[in-house]
T-cell receptor
Framework: GAVVSQHPSRVICKSGTSVKIECRSLDFQATTMFWYRQFPKQSLMLMATSNEGSKATYEQGVEKDKFLINHASLTLSTLTVTSAHPEDSSFYIC?????????????FGPGTRLTVL | RKEVEQDPGPFNVPEGATVAFNCTYSNSASQSFFWYRQDCRKEPKLLMSVYSSGNEDGRFTAQLNRASQYISLLIRDSKLSDSATYLCVVNKAWGSYIPTFGRGTSLIVHP
């Protein structure tokens, strides 16, 4: 399957700092990338859908000024958690959509575990 | 009714058992369907796509029933390593990709 990388895999930061997470599709061009968050023992929660060259579409309840998404190229999307607080501690996962007609599929990055102290 | 519904389980089965999960979806215009597997503290990984004719990959068989709007996943001869959460994903748009995830079904295979 297609490969999606995510960096960093783990980050621990102090409250109030900003954290930037990168998501790259390594062997295909992804016009659409998704950002999810998952708290322990809970299901994936879609935060936003990011299309290359345009503003991200945020899900209800997700603050766009807190979670800044940039999708500058067909292979890179970034999520910046601004002024992170302990309640932002979570597992952040990106995915990239490989569009192939009726075989559209999304592939996930390995995730970033964020701990805010 | 939720867009995509799954029985959260957990399903507790012994090794070697056959287990089946169902996933129902509400949007009759949904176009493509997938099963993902997620291990604890890991990202989801694509298990298989689901086609109208059904498809099989080793011990795994996926079926689509458009009339009743559900997809199923059958696992034969369960292994301990099959223990995971199985996520149903439905793409509701033709020509673009708008996935909706189910909450997942937890499977525990015990010796």
């Amino acid at each position: 399957g297609a490969v999606v990388s995510q960096h960093p895999s783990r980050v621990i930061c102090k409250s109030g700092t900003s954290v930037k997470i990168e998501c790259r599709s390594l062997d295909f061009q992804a016009t659409t990338m998704f950002w999810y968050r998952q708290f322990p023992k809970q299901s994936l929660m879609l935060m936003a859908t990011s299309n290359e060259g345009s503003k991200a579409t945020y899900e209800q309840g997700v603050e766009k000024d807190k979670f800044l998404i940039n999708h500058a190229s067909l292979t890179l999307s970034t999520l910046t958690v601004t002024s992170a607080h302990p309640e932002d501690s979570s597992f952040y996962i990106c995915s990239a959509a490989l569009l192939a007609g009726n075989a559209d599929t999304q592939y996930f990055g390995p995730g970033t575990r964020l701990t805010v102290l | 009714r939720k867009e995509v519904e799954q029985d959260p389980g957990p399903f507790n089965v012994p090794e070697g058992a056959t287990v089946a999960f169902n996933c129902t979806y509400s949007n009759s215009a949904s176009q493509s369907f997938f099963w993902y597997r997620q291990d604890c503290r890991k990202e989801p990984k694509l298990l298989m796509s689901v086609y109208s004719s059904g498809n099989e990959d080793g011990r795994f068989t996926a079926q689509l029933n458009r009339a009743s709007q559900y997809i199923s996943l059958l696992i034969r001869d369960s292994k301990l390593s099959d223990s995971a959460t199985y996520l149903c994903v439905v793409n509701k748009a033709w020509g673009s990709y708008i996935p909706t995830f189910g909450r997942g079904t937890s499977l525990i295979v015990h010796p």
